[in-house]
């Protein structure tokens, strides 16, 4: 159990929602119906998968920078944090 730093890449969808998805992190999904909506969902879907894997003893990949992670125009990458402790 620990604390983590994930980069997410937020997708502006054409209805004004967003996806969330992390690419570090397979089966890590999430969206929100506003920025704020989406960011914690994020972190909440980060946190839960983290922590199954702690469960399941699978490997945790480290993270990429997030400087190397490409986007599209309606795109944008920000760090996403969880503590699976406090899970």
């Known amino acids: 159990m620990s604390k983590y730093v994930y980069a997410a890449i937020f997708t502006k969808e054409e209805n004004g929602a967003y996806s969330v998805a992390f690419n570090d992190v397979k089966g890590c ?3 929100g119906d506003t920025l704020e909506e989406a960011i ?6 980060l ?3 983290l922590y199954e894997y702690e469960r399941e003893g699978k ?4 993270p990429t920078d997030i400087s190397k992670i490409e986007t599209n125009e309606n795109e944008f990458v920000t760090y996403i944090a969880c503590d699976t ?3």
Do not use: G, N
């Open 29 to 31: 999904y999430s969206c």
């Open 59 to 62: 490997k945790i990949h480290k």
């Open 40 to 45: 914690e969902m994020a972190e909440d879907a």
């Open 85 to 87: 402790i406090e899970y």
């Open 47 to 49: 946190a839960l998968v």
